[in-house]
């Protein structure tokens, strides 16, 4: 399972470029909305969390929780964990990068 992961952590990385450039990818800010809509609003509604409430999308609790990047948000979207579903075979690396980045700029703005 650990291979599995890092391989897929590999293509993410391939995909989205290097981690020092993934922040700057270029991404489609309505398909990620759109992306987001249609997979995460359901249990993320503005960034919230109706099932565990620590566990939002707000960026204190995404700095907190190690996820405050395009490349770990699109790791976990990917490959989920603990209650969180992964996505990896539902959405395309690009619907990833994507959301991934439409996340982090919602956190940034206080999804506004």
Partial sequence: MPKIIALITLITIIALGSPALADSISTNPNNGAAVFEANCAGCHVNGSNIVRRGKNLKSKALHKNKVDTQEAIASLVT??????????????????ADVSAYVLQQAKQGWK
């Fill in 79 to 96: 490959n989920g964990k603990g209650i969180m579903s992964a996505y990896g075979d539902k959405l395309t690396p690009e619907q990833i």
